[in-house]
């Protein structure tokens, strides 16, 4: 899978919850969704997304339901409720908040201190 | 009804259990599948394809936990499935695990005779005046200290050697004080065993050679200071109680010094001493 960036601590649970936002999707297909909108550039342990898509279920973020795969078998896929999407976008807007003061704090220069 | 709800999501989980546990294997299953199709798409064999997505999983075992935990699973559960997978994985290697238990077994075992020494020569020396002058007799050839109760007769009469020569034996009873039988252990004495050891009693008196006349003469039992002190909470007046010990009567006659827990080195606990 070569050149990609290992997650940050805390950003699988966001991620999850924006790749489940642009349609209802079975594990593997969060897995390639995630790869897909972060340019093939982060990578998913691939076991390590389940414990945590129970965990977002469990706190009432995701539902999932049994459908049948492009496999033809039965899968579990997940969407978001009400609570998910509110999360993301609080989630979303503390991230953005983050980034862009890390962004700030990393790009000075001497002359500005 | 907090406890009646949790008892009864716990029991549902409980029960839940196995359904849970399918669709997560269902679920990874399917994972895995749709993994090998994309491998195989990329020009795999199925074979190939479906162990190098089950490598890319990762450590099964450890995500399946993980789950069971996010699906709230019980700590129950997850402690048993700990448990077997513990000897799973020690049954693999039985070499680490012979290793483990002679390890611990001689450790322990070397602990136990270290403080055992450390208690009898250290912390609880031998407290009889003149320690040094005591001695067990023994047949030469024999490993055992026992004599017959003539033979020690015999050699308490004709003895020159020694100042006196005590005969005692460790056994358990049934103690009762009154409804309430319970097992203790004891020192069987002769009637010099007191006077051999230079004892003075706590309280009350202790029995001597003259308490004896043959068999049954001297039905009197002596408490070590520590019975006494449990049972009889430091009564004063335990002297002269009888006490049924095998269901024949004796009297308590006195109490042992406290420092005093039988004569020999590395002692049980001894409750009482009977003549």
Redesign the interface.
């Known amino acids: 899978m070569g050149d990609q960036a290992q997650l940050l601590p805390g950003t699988l649970d966001l991620l999850i919850l924006k790749a489940v936002s642009l349609g209802p999707l079975h594990g593997y297909g969060v897995l390639l969704r995630i790869a897909q909108i972060s340019g093939q550039a982060l990578l998913v342990e691939q076991g390590a997304l389940y414990p945590a898509l129970f965990r977002l279920v469990r706190q009432g973020l995701l539902q999932a339901e049994w459908g049948t795969s492009e496999n033809n078998r039965r899968a579990k896929f997940y969407q978001l409720t009400a609570a998910g999407r509110k999360r993301l976008q609080d989630e979303t807007e503390g991230w953005n908040r983050l980034t862009a003061a890390i962004g700030s704090a990393l790009a000075a220069r001497p002359e500005e201190v | 009804m907090r406890i009646a709800v949790w008892l009864r999501s716990a029991g549902t989980k409980f029960l839940r259990r196995d359904a849970l546990a399918e669709?997560?294997e269902?679920?990874?299953r399917?994972?895995i599948?749709?993994?090998a199709?994309d491998l195989q798409g990329q020009g795999l064999s199925r074979a190939e394809a479906e162990r190098q997505a089950k490598i890319?999983?990762?450590?099964?075992e450890?995500?399946r936990a993980?789950?069971h935990?996010?699906?709230?699973g019980s700590w129950i559960e997850l402690l048993l499935a700990d448990i077997r997978y513990s000897q799973r994985v020690l049954r693999k290697s039985p070499g680490f695990v012979v290793a483990a238990v002679v390890t611990l077994a001689m450790a322990i075992g070397a602990n136990a005779v270290v403080f055992s020494v450390m208690n009898a020569f250290v912390l609880r020396p031998l407290s009889v005046p003149d320690a040094k002058s005591l001695y067990e007799l023994q047949h030469g050839n024999e490993a055992s200290s026992y004599e017959s109760w003539p033979n020690y007769i015999d050699l308490r009469d004709r003895n020159h050697t020694f100042d006196s020569v005590i005969a005692w034996n460790i056994t358990s009873v049934g103690y009762d004080e009154g409804g309430n039988p319970t097992r203790e252990w004891i020192t069987e004495a002769s009637g010099n065993y007191f006077d051999g050891l230079h004892l003075k009693p706590y309280l009350g008196r202790f029995f001597h050679e003259s308490d004896e006349h043959g068999p049954n003469s001297a039905p009197y039992i002596v408490l070590s200071y520590d019975f006494w002190h449990a049972h009889f909470h430091d009564n004063r007046n335990v002297i002269g109680r009888v006490v049924q010990m095998d269901r024949h009567p004796f009297t308590v006659i006195g109490v042992a010094p406290p420092d005093f827990r039988g004569h020999y080195c590395f002692s049980i606990r001894i409750s009482m001493y009977r003549s």
Do not use: P
């Open positions: 669709e997560l269902e679920e990874l399917e994972h599948a749709l993994r199709n890319e999983f990762g450590g099964v450890k995500f993980q789950s935990e996010a699906l709230g």
